[in-house]
């Protein structure tokens, strides 16, 4: 692939990943294996409120191809097939779920030096199409996505973006929401190995009028062990430590409180994912 800007998708998303990733108020465990063939196999069960899930998940990777299979308890099969570089520069993601015979969806990436281009369409009569373009270089790209329902003729959403990235910061503006909304971001690395860093978030509804500003931080306490925390202007604290026991293999709390309803209790949460 090339070296390019990246995906529309990828604009704001390392900021986006230091505020939402790994925060959970639920109870979840994760194991993963991996056979002399090349198969990973990974079974997670979660409990979320007083509901129980549980999934397995198995991969394999063929050439050029790798191929997802996940069954859960409702019986459902997901199957997502990933091919790379069918042609240059380019990779094809198909993706079905069964019983559910309308959800079969087809992706093709294009990458370029100077530019990236998705197209993705439901597999069915009238199919919901979405395309992303992202323009420039690995230091600063102008995105936008569109996408439109062929049944009722109408686009579902238009959004564009811009995305800033340095060695050690990187910061975004997404108009999204039709032109409803903004939201600017900026994160910053405060050491070489990038495992602490600051963050901030500027989100407004135009509609609404309603303006959200989050902060947060990593910080990196040893080499096995982070802690993660934020805040947002409404009032809504979170916090979470992860320790790696072995590599690779994560043990993570995490919690929430209401610091503008302190009568409330704290949501904890904790989840444990082990890898070979």
Do not use: W
């Not at 704001?12 to 990733?21: P, Q, V």
């Not at 999204?176 to 600017?184: H, P, V």
């Not at 995490?254 to 209790?265: C, F, G, R």
């Amino acid at each position: 692939m090339s070296k390019g800007p990246g995906l529309f998708a990828d604009i704001g998303k390392k900021a986006k990943d230091l505020l939402t990733r790994d925060y959970n108020t639920d109870q979840k465990f994760s194991i993963s294996t991996f056979s002399a063939s090349g198969v990973a196999l990974t079974s997670t069960a979660l409990k979320k409120g007083g509901v129980h899930a549980a999934d397995v998940a198995t991969q394999y990777k063929y050439k050029n191809a790798v191929f997802d299979v996940k069954v859960d308890t409702d019986s459902t099969i997901l199957t997502t097939v990933t091919f790379t570089e069918i042609l240059p520069s380019t990779k094809a993601i198909a993706s079905f779920k069964v019983p559910d015979n309308s959800s079969g969806k087809l992706e093709v990436q294009y990458f370029h030096d100077h530019a990236t281009v998705t197209a993705a369409a439901a597999l069915k009569q009238n199919p919901l199409i979405d395309i992303t373009a992202t323009l420039g270089t690995p230091v600063i790209s102008f995105g936008a996505e569109a996408g439109y329902d062929t049944s009722s003729k109408t686009f579902t959403k238009y959004n564009a973006g811009i995305s800033v990235t340095k060695p050690d910061a990187c910061a975004s503006i997404i108009l999204g929401d039709k032109g409803d909304s903004i939201k600017a971001s900026y994160l910053h690395h405060l050491d070489v190995s990038k495992r602490s860093a600051a963050v901030g978030e500027v989100y407004r509804k135009f509609s609404t009028n309603e303006n959200t500003i989050t902060v947060g931080g990593l910080y990196a306490i040893d080499h096995t062990t982070t802690v993660k925390a934020k805040l947002n202007n409404n009032g809504k604290l979170g916090a979470l430590l992860q320790h790696e026991v072995v590599p690779k293999s994560l043990v993570t709390v995490s919690s929430e409180i209401d610091t503008k309803a302190l009568d409330k209790h704290p949501r904890f949460g904790l989840s444990l994912v082990l890898k070979p």
